[in-house]
């Protein structure tokens, strides 16, 4: 099993990346967030990776962060989901964002991704709800360093996201309402939902 690599990047696109690791070079699928995250060709990189058999057929994929790589194996894991698909959608969002879209249910969402419909995103969200919920920490994920996404909701809309997630998550209305006050207005939903877990004293 490959865990990560070390190496010089020797080139990148959007949706793929080589490595060069000691005279070696690994080609690996990447998602648009992590691709933003690396640097111009030649300099040195750290990707963590999935290596995957599927049909013959032999793909390594690499990750900026360690969130992403298990987003990316809670993604795979869904019925139809495969590796590509589940590149798409992390090309679309954050981890964090990923994880409050799910617990929102925020199908709409989800179904904005190319090649998600509406049945895959309903089936997307009902089959990560669950282990996502076990998950927490996830959503406190950040943007690897140097990606560059669209901006994320904020102000009385992440904090209306925030709240669905909680509830989703079990808490109740009061608990919700008592984890995000005085929570300032300009928090994305992923630091929003973050902050409140802690004050909540779960781990994230």
């Known amino acids: 099993m490959i865990s990560?690599?070390?190496?010089?990047?020797?080139?990148?696109?959007?949706?793929?990346a080589v490595v060069d690791v000691s005279g070696i070079g690994f080609e690996l699928?990447?998602?648009?967030?992590?691709?933003?995250?690396?640097?111009a060709p030649g300099g040195s990189v750290r990707l963590?990776?999935?290596?995957?058999?599927?049909?013959?057929?032999?793909?390594?994929?690499?990750?900026?962060?360690?969130?992403?790589?298990t987003m990316f194996d809670r993604l795979v894991?869904?019925?139809?989901?495969g590796p590509r698909l589940a590149l798409a959608v992390l090309s679309k969002f954050?981890?964090?964002?990923l994880y409050s879209a799910v617990m929102a249910e925020d199908a709409k969402s989800m179904?904005?991704?190319?090649?998600?419909g509406k049945k895959t995103a309903?089936?997307?969200?009902?089959?990560?709800?669950?282990?996502l919920a076990k998950d927490r920490g996830l959503a406190a994920a950040d943007v690897p360093m140097g990606g560059q996404l669209p901006l994320a909701a904020s102000g009385e809309q992440a904090r209306d996201e925030a709240c669905q997630a909680l509830l989703s998550m079990g808490f109740t209305s009061q608990e919700a309402d008592l984890a995000l006050e005085g929570?300032?207005?300009?928090?994305?939903?992923?630091?929003?939902?973050?902050?409140?877990?802690?004050?909540l004293g779960m781990d994230a």
């Open 4 to 16: 990560q690599l070390s190496g010089t990047l020797l080139e990148a696109t959007p949706s793929l």
């Open 29 to 39: 699928g990447i998602s648009s967030i992590t691709a933003a995250s690396l640097p």
């Open 48 to 69: 963590y990776t999935r290596f995957r058999v599927a049909n013959d057929a032999v793909s390594l994929f690499g990750f900026a962060t360690p969130e992403e790589r």
């Open 77 to 81: 894991q869904v019925s139809s989901v």
């Open 94 to 97: 954050s981890v964090g964002q």
């Open 111 to 116: 179904s904005s991704v190319p090649g998600v």
């Open 122 to 131: 309903q089936r997307l969200i009902l089959e990560l709800k669950g282990t």
């Open 183 to 199: 929570l300032d207005d300009g928090m994305t939903v992923e630091r929003m939902l973050a902050a409140a877990l802690r004050r």
